[in-house]
């Protein structure tokens, strides 16, 4: 599984901006997709998380009601649409597959990953 993150940029709090993860090879429908963020000096933190089917999403605490994670199976494309950023969003963004049975939110947790794409929110 090939994965190639896109979208981020530099965008004022407030904002939004919408990632996009491109996967290639064989995905199965058992897979589960999620984005991960890591700032300077931070570890990496989950972010959200969806079943390959779409049918379940799971988000970390600090991304509730902000974030929304979706798939659109016609392009093999996972998106996270982040709306109302803020300063503190601002970190690495890395997407990732697992094949397994429950969400995860380690980073360990996860087989495949793709390049990171920055995200800069200022204030």
């Known amino acids: 599984v090939q994965l190639q993150a896109s979208g981020g940029g530099l965008v004022q709090a407030g904002g939004s901006l919408r990632l996009s993860c491109a996967a290639s090879g064989r995905i199965f429908s058992s897979y589960y997709m999620g984005w991960f963020r890591q700032a300077p000096g931070k570890e990496r933190e989950f972010v959200a998380a969806?079943?390959?089917?779409?049918?379940?999403?799971y988000y970390g605490d600090s991304v509730k009601g902000r974030f929304t994670i979706s798939v659109d199976h016609t392009k093999n494309t996972v998106y996270l649409q982040m709306n109302s950023l803020k300063p503190e969003d601002t970190a690495v963004y890395y997407c990732a597959a697992r094949n397994g049975v429950r969400f995860g939110v380690r980073s360990y947790e996860y087989d495949y990953w793709g390049q990171g794409t920055l995200v800069t929110v200022s204030s």
């Open positions: 969806i079943t390959w089917s779409g049918g379940r999403t």
